[in-house]
């Protein structure tokens, strides 16, 4: 069965500059999330599109931007990169919010990302 | 701090044995569910259990749900060394809108 797709799974980025992390959900599925996970720490909400809206917001910060797009693809754009943005990014996708009636969130495997 | 608090951080049995971890939430919710990690890979639903759900099982798990102490725990019976994981809970709950919160995570090590 399709799973959740992101890419890049590896990226490197000096200070300042800038990257896009891309989302595919499974197909039918109308709402995506992203979370961000540093090492060892639990994934912290960033947030979440339904149907191209964003559905709600987390701790996701200014310098970062993010929409789902009318094929429900979804990208998250990070600007002015810190030393601290390093991290695995997780985007999850549902049918329906919350997870819908199951309440369950499938995960791609995530984007590492690497600020240098 | 953290919706979901998990307890113990790290944990490390031998095959066959029993593992059990706990997770501490705040607020009220529509459910808790838990997810298992392994080392930098995505997250993986094992479980959901609903508020209104004291216990439930699948496979080798056993989830308890207590709404009065706002706490759950994650029971793996008769381990494998493909446990060898973190096992996050995470809470949808009333307050915090379309979104799953989840814990700190606990580390489960599997000694073959």
């Known amino acids: 069965a399709a799973g959740v797709i992101q890419s890049p799974r590896h990226l490197i980025k000096e200070k300042r500059e800038t990257a896009t992390l891309k989302c595919y959900p499974i197909p039918r599925h109308d709402t995506v999330y992203w979370y961000q996970q540093g090492p060892g720490q639990d994934p912290q909400f960033l947030i979440s599109f339904y149907e191209k809206m964003q559905s709600d917001k987390g701790s996701i910060p200014d310098r970062f931007s993010a929409q789902q797009f009318s094929d429900y693809h979804s990208e998250l754009n990070m600007s002015s990169l810190e030393l601290g943005d390093s991290a695995l990014y997780f985007c999850?996708?549902?049918?329906?919010?919350?997870?819908?009636?199951?309440?369950?969130?499938?995960f791609g495997e995530g984007s590492r990302l690497t600020v240098l | 701090s953290q919706q979901g608090e998990e307890d113990p951080q790290a944990l490390s049995i031998q095959e066959g044995e029993n593992a059990t971890m706990n997770c501490s939430y705040k607020?009220?919710?529509?459910?808790l569910q838990w997810y298992r990690q392994n080392s930098g890979r995505g997250l993986v639903h094992l479980i959901l259990?609903?508020?209104?759900?004291r216990e439930k099982h699948s496979g080798r798990l056993r989830v308890t749900l207590d709404t009065s102490k706002k706490s759950s725990s994650l029971l793996i019976t008769a381990s494998r060394a493909a446990d060898t994981a973190s096992y996050f809970c995470a809470t949808d709950n009333l307050a915090a809108g379309n979104k799953l919160t989840f814990g700190g995570g606990t580390r489960v090590l599997v000694k073959p």
């Open positions: 607020t009220s919710i529509n459910n």
């Open positions: 259990i609903r508020s209104n759900e």
């Open positions: 999850a996708s549902s049918y329906g919010l919350a997870g819908g009636d199951t309440g369950e969130l499938f």
